[in-house]
């Protein structure tokens, strides 16, 4: 009962009357959390209560691994909203999103649940926004570079957790968790094709955008569909080697909240590298906490960018 709302032509089922904004960001932002959800495409549809603006308002939010959507606003009275807010006492400023109370509930069963009134339900419309690539890169061999070339390692390996502070420094890479004064520097350039850039210092062919988030055996074979259909003109794609993935962290978050320059999409937040961990586990690059971590390669597992070995010498890409 009590298990649908409607929202313009969509019906929204079930609600989740147990979800709140702090269970679903240890359920699908935090590492364990993810671990335990069955299925990429599994979400969840629940009621808060968003305390962010001057007078705070009921809303219907959709939530998955790979995005949060307010669905809607409901016009619920204001004085009872504000009752339910009155109710949660001290909260930080980064934490005005709270739980709807018994209050609120009762109020949403009886107005807007199950064919109650659809002029309560006030359905939020997304705008498509194209992601911000920052300024224009220069063009493949047109650059001119203050550095040496590096070559990084390009094998898969086994990490065990000792050896990832002596690969950081070894390299200057940074990581906020390890290397804090870290700084690579780059000498990425526009390939042309909108889908790749090239690192003149590492000699690295990288996508700009990459792989869904999925497990580590579905990441295998996505890597052999990608090559299978010659994606930007090769195919030799494959996951970066840990030293590669950690070649791309900056220092500083760029204006999209993550450590990486911003020719880089912003939809693989965090990718598996070519390293297992001993004595379990697999190893990632975070780029929006800006360092490395493992954790296990089950369901969801995580994202892909993938990069090739180019000769600059002979061809560039």
């Not at 359905?123 to 070559?151: C, H, Y």
């Amino acid at each position: 009962m009590y298990d649908k709302v409607k929202v313009g032509d969509r019906v929204i089922t079930p609600i989740d009357w147990e979800m709140t904004p702090e269970l679903s960001f240890g359920t699908y932002e935090s590492w364990g959390g993810r671990e335990r959800v069955r299925d990429n495409n599994e979400q969840v549809f629940y009621f808060f209560v968003d305390n962010w603006g001057d007078v705070p308002k009921v809303c219907l939010m959709e939530r998955a691994v790979k995005h949060a959507r307010v669905l809607a606003e409901i016009d619920v009275p204001t004085q009872l909203v504000k009752d339910c807010v009155k109710k949660q006492g001290n909260a930080a400023r980064f934490e005005m999103s709270y739980a709807v109370d018994e209050a609120v509930k009762n109020w949403l069963i009886n107005n807007v649940l199950d064919g109650g009134e659809e002029q309560y339900v006030k359905p939020v419309i997304e705008k498509t926004v194209k992601e911000n690539m920052g300024t224009p890169l220069p063009q493949l061999g047109k650059a001119s570079w203050q550095f040496d070339r590096v070559t990084l390692p390009d094998t898969a390996e086994i990490i065990v957790d000792e050896e990832i502070d002596a690969i950081i420094k070894k390299w200057n890479f940074f990581d906020s968790a390890r290397n804090l004064s870290g700084s690579f520097v780059n000498g990425l350039v526009d390939t042309g094709d909108g889908l790749t850039v090239v690192d003149e210092r590492t000699g690295l062919q990288w996508q700009i955008g990459g792989i869904d988030i999925c497990s580590t055996r579905t990441m295998q074979l996505k890597i052999k569909e990608v090559n299978s259909t010659n994606f930007a003109g090769h195919k030799d794609w494959r996951q970066p080697t840990m030293e590669e993935a950690l070649s791309l962290l900056e220092p500083v978050e760029n204006f999209k909240g993550v450590h990486l320059h911003p020719c880089f999409s912003i939809d693989q937040p965090f990718v598996f590298v070519a390293a297992q961990r001993k004595p379990g586990g697999y190893w990632f690059v975070d780029f929006k906490q800006g360092r490395a971590f493992w954790s296990s390669g089950t369901i969801p597992g995580g994202f892909g960018r993938l990069c090739r070995s180019i000769n600059l010498d002979i061809s560039g890409v």
